[in-house]
């Protein structure tokens, strides 16, 4: 079975990472998660990760780096993590789509949520990656 990639934006702002609650599912639902979804076919991630976050969050972004590593979800998706930025001129980003609520997180904050289990490594590495320190050992449950 070939693999599917979901995207998902490591979106920053000042320092500050966006993490996006789920409102659906049901068996997602009041669990955040980084905002994305699935690249479709003969789309590029990058590509797939810009469109998505106008989607689901009305902005205009832009693909940064791909942040190293990917972790698998329900089969055959696997989760690849992008930094992306807000353009100039961008609304300010809204939850559109199966997201109620949005919350830009200094690092600090970040493990202040329930992440969805399979985001948890990934925003882990976002926090490596970027230098922002990973505090695992000291994470909340939520």
């Known amino acids: 079975m070939t693999e599917r990639i979901v995207v998902g934006a490591a979106l920053l702002d000042g320092g500050r990472l966006l993490a996006a609650r ?34 689901e969050l009305g902005v205009a972004a832009e693909a940064g780096e791909r942040v190293p590593g990917q972790w698998p979800l329900r089969a055959p998706f696997v989760l690849q993590v992008w930094t992306a930025r807000l353009l100039p001129g961008s609304a300010a980003p809204e939850p559109l789509e199966d997201h109620d609520d949005l919350r830009w997180l200094t690092p600090a904050q970040v493990w202040d949520v329930p992440w969805l289990e399979q985001d948890v490594p990934a925003v882990e ?12 050992a000291v994470r909340g449950t939520g």
């Open 22 to 55: 789920r409102s659906a599912p049901a068996e997602l639902a009041g669990r955040w998660e980084l905002p994305g979804g699935k690249v479709e076919a003969g789309e590029t991630p990058e590509a797939a990760l810009e469109r998505e976050l106008r989607e």
């Open 125 to 136: 590495r976002v926090l490596a990656h970027l230098g922002l320190g990973a505090r695992g």
